[in-house]
């Protein structure tokens, strides 16, 4: 009996970008500024005074309940502490850092945004921008796009706030 043999088509899509193609858009998101949170994202309402401290005009600003936020902010940051070689991972949404000890072992995954109940300041959803390491050896420094800053414990995730420029 003969052979038969068959023709195959084969198409392969390519995943690369092209140079100088643009970039896919990300999804703008409706972010709730909570009641609680108003007055440090937005500011305080402006009061004029007299010389004598008589409030003579008061001006409030508009404070809507929701802003829009660019997705596009938030990114994956890899950092290991050559000090204590624990691996810090800030995850694709920008806001959860999981910490994985040498051995490949979960130490914790934290939301020190949420955890510290902070809020939004400069940006409607802060996200992590940058980690380094800090004086103290089992601390790192998490930086948010909101200028809002403080250490994290390597070994126990609890993050503390030290301020915001």
Partial sequence: MPARLMAITITFFCLIPVIGANPP???????FITPECKGMFYGPDFVDRDATGKIIKTEKKAKPDYVEWDSARARAIAFKDPRTLISLYV?????????????????????????????????????ISRLKAAKSERHVIVEFDSSQFGEIDEFSGDFVLEGQN
Avoid: T
Avoid at 95 to 122: E, Q, S, T
């Fill in 25 to 31: 858009k990300q999804q703008k998101i409706q972010v």
């Fill in 91 to 127: 995850e694709s949404d920008g806001r959860h850092i999981a910490a994985i000890d040498p051995d490949g072992k979960l130490l914790w995954v934290r939301n020190p945004f949420v955890d510290r109940h902070m809020c939004p300041y400069r940006s409607p959803r802060p996200v």
